[in-house]
């Protein structure tokens, strides 16, 4: 019974920065990578950030070097730091453990003057 609970998401301007969380619950967090994915509307799921278990991180070209992901073991939460937010980047964003296939409820991020 894994639970992963989001936060962070809301409305900002373009330019703008963003911090995501997840905490995750009735799992062995250090053991499994962890991944940040987003849908918008009309558009197909996209992986934007895994983090493994050994830290090797990996971003989709549209959201490199504005975002980035970690993760805090002892919390058992992984995080998505999102700068320079672009129109582009609205979406809802989930929260995903890997090898387990477990998700988040999801989170919306909207970018908007």
């Known amino acids: 019974q894994v639970q992963l609970v989001e936060s962070g998401g809301g409305l900002v301007q373009p330019g703008g920065s963003l911090r995501l969380s997840c905490a995750a619950s009735g799992t062995i967090f250090s053991i499994y990578g962890m991944g940040w994915y987003r849908q918008a509307p009309g558009k197909q799921r996209e992986m934007v950030a895994i983090i493994t278990s050994n830290t090797i991180t990996r971003y989709a070209d549209s959201v490199k070097g504005r975002f980035t992901i970690s993760r805090d073991n002892a919390k058992s939460t992984v995080y998505l730091q999102m700068n320079d937010l672009k129109p582009e980047d609205t979406a809802v964003y989930y929260c995903?453990?890997?090898?387990?296939?477990?998700w988040g409820q999801g989170t919306q991020v909207t970018v908007s003057s």
């Open positions: 995903n453990q890997l090898e387990t296939a477990n």
